[in-house]
């Protein structure tokens, strides 16, 4: 499975980006799907979650209100727009892929399968 990250750029606090991911995959809602970010000299961190249906969602608390995740099954296609955006959301943003058997959030990045290139997030104050 290739997932192709994209939609980031620089932008100013207070603005908004949207986030699309791509992928591969002939059976793509057999993937949940999630969102990480690593921030420079920071560990990769979740940012957000949905199963295969889209039924069950995880947001990190810092981001809860601000990001929205969603999928489109017929596209092979996540997105997370992102609103109200804050310097500290200024990361590298991936999206992964992983082969779930049931309609369930997974949490851990370890658990994921497959990782796209990533899709750089910078917000100005």
């Known amino acids: 499975v290739q997932l192709q990250a994209s939609g980031g750029g620089l932008v100013q606090a207070g603005d908004s980006l949207r986030l699309s991911c791509a992928a591969s995959?002939?059976?793509?809602?057999?993937?949940?799907m999630g969102w990480f970010r690593q921030a420079p000299g920071k560990e990769r961190e979740i940012v957000a979650v949905?199963?295969?249906?889209?039924?069950?969602?995880y947001y990190a608390r810092s981001v809860k209100g601000r990001f929205t995740i969603f999928r489109d099954n017929a596209k092979n296609t996540v997105y997370l727009p992102m609103n109200s955006l804050k310097p500290e959301d200024t990361a590298v943003y991936y999206c992964?892929?992983?082969?779930?058997?049931?309609?369930?959030?997974?949490?851990?990045?370890?658990?994921?399968?497959?990782w796209g290139q990533g899709t750089e997030v910078t917000v100005s104050s």
């Open positions: 992964a892929a992983a082969q779930t058997v049931g309609d369930f959030i997974v949490s851990a990045d370890a658990d994921y399968d497959y």
């Open positions: 995959a002939r059976t793509f809602d057999s993937y949940t």
């Open positions: 949905i199963s295969r249906s889209g039924a069950y969602i």
